[in-house]
């Protein structure tokens, strides 16, 4: 996990800051800016009802051709989490850093106008809390599609005992670092300084799951919103064309959601649910609490989902449990006290 900061020196910048989010930056000059949260953050405080607001603001907003409602949204921007990463967005500006940065502030969340590149920030809770570095470079659009695009993405992990998952290159992963391509010495440096990034766990069913979802969006949503993008071009004027526009917002999401599933299956470390007494990654919990009996599945992080009993092991509950076995009794410290709990299965 590189910071902010880091990306920044990576490519031989002198990282100016950081600010809290809404702060002015002080510099007239063009560069690089950076926004990034303090630490990884394993769900995406992504904000139902501000989701809703927009969707009210931008009536041609579609999802999947069809209009959503404020979760559907917000679940679908949750999607493209990557929960190893504390940066969360990066933009270059040409003239006046201090002035591009105030239109990213200034934009309400919907409008193309002053500066619309940052609308998904928008949708997050916290991002008060949230941090803005930045580095003045007279040539600000160099750096960014090679060795930072490099930095932010979760490099592939090195081979290991566990399966490994997903595509070995991507376009995006090839054109950044294909064999024989330039590398600068900055870019050279930060490959070999980089730490690498922490696993994400996932179980067999997990990345089957994922797998059959980005063949779906490669394969099938892919080259569909294509054709509405061409079909909407021939239309005829661009800036009124709500079809384009909205086939475009619709494309954006797919590609982000492709990256996003990438960059799990690229550090994934699989877990096997194997044959075992005790609660592993993998491992289907049956529990007892006053009376009452609750099933989980104890999952990665990238696919913990707690309304369909998917609990993330990195979760209270789930720290709690793994290493268990049937007949253990557990106590979960959670925000709102204590809950005690007796194993009464393992499979």
């Not at 800051?17 to 995406?44: C, D, L, N, Q, Y």
């Not at 949708?123 to 090679?146: F, H, I, K, N, S």
């Not at 294909?178 to 900055?186: C, H, I, L, V, Y």
Request: with cysteine; proline share 8%.
């Amino acid at each position: 996990m590189a910071t902010a900061a880091e990306i920044l020196k990576t490519v031989g910048l002198r990282p100016d800051g950081p600010v809290r989010w809404g702060a002015p930056v002080r510099s007239g000059k063009p560069g690089i800016f950076v926004v990034e949260i303090g630490e990884p953050v394993t769900h995406a405080p992504v904000d139902p009802s501000i989701c809703g607001k927009w969707i009210e603001r931008v009536t041609t907003l579609l999802l999947d051709g069809e209009q959503p409602d404020g979760r559907q949204l917000a679940k679908r921007l949750a999607a493209f989490w990557i929960p190893s990463q504390t940066v969360l967005y990066v933009d270059s500006a040409g003239r006046s850093l201090g002035a591009r940065v105030g239109a990213l502030y200034a934009t309400e969340l919907g409008s193309r106008r002053p500066h619309s590149g940052g609308h998904w920030l928008k949708t997050l809770r916290g991002l008060d809390q949230a941090r803005v570095w930045w580095a003045e470079t007279d040539a600000a659009e160099e750096p960014a599609p090679t060795a930072i695009a490099r930095s932010v993405r979760p490099p592939a992990r090195p081979a290991g005992p566990a399966r490994r998952a997903g595509p070995r290159r991507t376009p995006a992963a090839a054109q950044a670092g294909a064999p024989g391509a330039e590398r600068s010495p900055a870019s050279a440096i930060a490959a070999q300084d980089r730490p690498a990034p922490e696993p994400t766990y996932v179980s067999v069913t997990g990345v089957e799951r994922l797998e059959a979802e980005l063949a779906d969006l490669r394969d099938v949503q892919r080259p569909a919103v294509v054709v509405r993008i061409k079909t909407a071009r021939e239309l005829g004027d661009l800036r009124e064309n709500a079809d384009y526009d909205a086939a475009r917002r619709e494309q954006s999401f797919i590609e982000g959601r492709v990256q996003a599933i990438e960059a799990i299956l690229r550090t994934a470390h699989v877990v096997d649910e194997a044959t075992t007494h005790e609660v592993i990654i993998g491992s289907v919990v049956t529990l007892e609490r006053e009376g009452d009996t609750i099933e989980y599945t104890i999952v990665g992080s990238s696919e913990a989902n707690p309304t369909q009993g998917r609990v993330s092991y990195l979760s209270p509950l789930g720290k709690a449990l793994l290493g268990r076995r049937a007949g253990d009794e557990v106590v979960v410290r959670a925000p709102s006290g204590e809950r005690h709990y007796r194993i009464t299965g393992v499979r």
